[in-house]
Structures are given as structure tokens and as C-alpha cells.
């Protein structure tokens, strides 16, 4: 894929990453997205693990490496880890999610590397902060258990994982946010930071205002499916031709003009119901009546409904349905990579536009150390020696023709 230009606001920063799976290479997406120079370093000969996995893993790699440059080398060789120890040296960014001390085995830690970088950020990004868990190993799933989102997503008594790598993904949005804001510090202090992410902080976050709502009610928050709405309307309706619409009434003008438009001028006459809180006490008794109203409308209707009156409103989509989503579509908001198998794939852009204009995709994803070559000459190391690297192993150079 050629370069494309679009909003680069992090255009000339030098970031080198040491990642694999989804915590680490969001981070890095981020930043390669917002316009950095990433530099995804991988093992030879295989590459990134993630470059392989099937199933509920198939998408990781085309999601979170594009806009990147690759260099694939052997750091178990002292050549290897020589010139990897050079490519770091004028670094701005370094990023790890390895296992706790595999990049300190390697003299690839922060205490090593800011001495002859004092102006590095360096993020690490783990399953947990410092203290007594530091060194248990995490995932995803992990910390959805520990810390009560599982709890809170699936019904009483069965703990349900949430829908999608949720403090992988959030993890690394955070350790982008570290890093920036260390950046804007080091303008003004001339030297650089260790910022740390982790799963479990993240998840804990994420329950932050369950906590806060036990310590303001005194009750602990039941799962979500059988909590109590904020909102009397607030529900999934089922349609007259099998299909489900969620909808909506989130202030006391809304009640009014929606019974209206659905005949519910019983509900809207009783005093019992005219405020959101009295409403919200009665929903076992007024939502029956509001479903059976649904009920009597097809989809499109309730979706005309809906947009007429102006509420929040939703159709029960699933991830596929975004490949074809109108909005997404006009708004330039699907992005499309090449897989390493070949595929066309096209998966949803960051959330974010500059001036009304989405962050392209300039780089596809690369091939196993596809930069390499570029990378090496830009280090200042010769033509000759460079082959010489590549033809003992130490470096391997793949285009997207033989990957």
C-alpha cells in the first residue's frame, strides 16, 4: 500500500515495541494511527505469534499492527541484540507486555536503557500494577473474573466474560495516554519516564462506578440482568415481525409524546407515573403493557417511531453487521489491511477525527521484518553488512509476495 497522507499529530516521533497479542499491539496501534513511527520488532524466523492464531484469535493481528514498520531479527544473538540496543538509543517510545523481567534479562529494561537515553518513555504494559500481585500471570478473562465484570455482565450466579478483549484493548489506550503525557512533561523536564499499564487496574476502573454506588447506597449492585434501571423505559421490545429493538425514555418530557405515538394514553393519565423514578418502581407492571404495544409494530415501524420522536433507540445488531453499517461507511470509519494469509480485511478505525477527518490507513500490515532492510540503512549500517545480517539469520526481510 502506498502512503497516504491524513492527520498525523504524532508524525516524527520514533516508537519501538516489543509486543505480541492484543494489550501491547493496541498501544501501539494508537500511536502508529496518530501518525508515529512504530516499529514493531519480532522474532525470526516465525514473526509475532499473533500472525498465526485461528479461531477467536484469527483477528488479532489485522486489527492492532497496521500503520507499523517491522524488523524481524534474532535477539538470542549477540548481533541481534546489539543492533537492537542501537535502534532503542535515539528512541522516543519503547513499549514491552513480556512476561515480568524478560526485557531486564536482555538489557532492554528501563534502568538500563535510560542511561543512554535519559529522554526515553518507557511503558510496560502487564497484568498488574506494583504490589502483592505483580508476578501472577493475567489475562483478560483473568481479571474479568477478579474484578467483577464477569460478575456484572453475566445473570446471578454465572460469571459471563464480556463480548470482547475489553482491558486488553482499554489497558493499551491507557499506556498511550501515560506515554503522551509523559511526553508533553519531557518537553519541559528533558527526561523521560517508566509507565506502567495493567489489565487488573483497568478492569478495576471499569467497576468504578459500581463501587462508588455501594459506598453512596450501601447496597452492592446485583448483575446487570436483573439490576434495577436507572430508567423506567429503558429494555430490549420484542417486534411484530421477530425482531428486538431496544428503546429508551430517559427524561420525564419524552413520556408524554412517546405514549402518544403508541397509544398508551392509560399510562400517560396515570399520576403514578410521571416522574422517571415512579416510573422506575413500576416497571414490572408498566413494562408488560409497553411490550404489547411494541409487539403490534414491525421493525421499520419501530424504528420510524423512534427517530420521529427523537429517544435513543437501537436495533440488536452482531459484530458482522459493522462491514455493512451505513454510518460507518460514509463516515470513513472501516479500516481495510491485508492479511498475512492473503484476505482482504476490513475492521472498525479509531474512534477519533481531526477537523471531520478519520486517521487513514497509510501502511498495510507488514510482512515478517519487512522493513528491516530500510530500517538497518536508516540505523547507518552498510549495504554490505545489512546482507550479510540477512543472509546469516539474523535478520529476515519478507515482502508481502512470499510471506
Known sequence: MS???????????????????????????????????????????AGDNTRRLGASGAGFFATFNRNKRSLAIDMKSPEG?????????????????????????LGLGYDELSKT?????????????????????????????????????????????AGTSVNDIMGGMF?????????HERQTTGKGRYVKSALFENCAFLM?????????????????????????????????????????????????PFCDEFGLGELKADPALATNNQRCAARDTMLPVIQAAAKKCTKAELLAKAEKLGIPYA?????????????????????????????????PALP?????????????????GADGDAILHEMGIAPAEIERLIASGVVKVETPNNR
Not at 516508537?15 to 522474532?43: Q, R, T, Y
Open 3 to 45: 502512503q497516504v497522507q491524513g492527520p498525523q499529530p504524532l508524525a516524527g516521533l520514533k516508537i519501538v515495541e516489543f509486543v505480541h497479542m492484543v494489550m501491547g499491539p493496541s498501544c501501539g496501534l494508537v500511536l502508529a494511527d496518530l501518525g508515529a513511527d512504530v516499529i514493531k520488532v519480532e522474532p525470526v524466523p
Open 81 to 105: 541484540l546489539a543492533i537492537v540496543r542501537q535502534l532503542v538509543a535515539d528512541a522516543d517510545v519503547v513499549t514491552e507486555n513480556f512476561r515480568p523481567g524478560a526485557m531486564d534479562k
Open 117 to 161: 537515553n535519559p529522554k526515553l518513555v518507557y511503558c510496560s504494559l502487564k497484568g498488574f500494577l506494583d504490589g502483592p500481585y505483580e508476578h501472577r500471570t493475567a489475562l483478560d478473562e483473568v481479571v474479568q473474573m477478579m474484578a467483577g465484570l464477569a460478575y456484572m455482565t453475566g445473570p446471578a450466579g454465572r460469571p459471563l466474560r
Open 175 to 183: 499506556a498511550a495516554i501515560g506515554i503522551l503525557a509523559a511526553i
Open 208 to 256: 468504578a462506578q459500581h463501587v462508588a454506588q455501594y459506598c453512596v447506597t450501601g447496597v452492592a449492585p446485583p448483575p446487570m440482568a436483573v439490576r434495577r434501571a436507572a430508567w423506567g423505559v429503558y429494555d430490549v421490545f420484542d417486534t411484530a415481525d421477530g425482531d428486538q429493538l431496544f428503546l429508551a425514555v430517559v427524561s420525564d418530557t419524552q413520556w408524554g
Open 315 to 347: 436495533p440488536i445488531g452482531k459484530p458482522v453487521d459493522l462491514l455493512d453499517d451505513p454510518h460507518l461507511i460514509a463516515s470513513g470509519g472501516l479500516a481495510e489491511v491485508t492479511n498475512p494469509d492473503g484476505k482482504k480485511v476490513r475492521v
Open 352 to 368: 477519533i477525527s481531526f477537523d471531520g477527518e478519520r486517521l487513514p490507513v497509510r501502511r498495510d500490515l507488514p510482512a515478517i
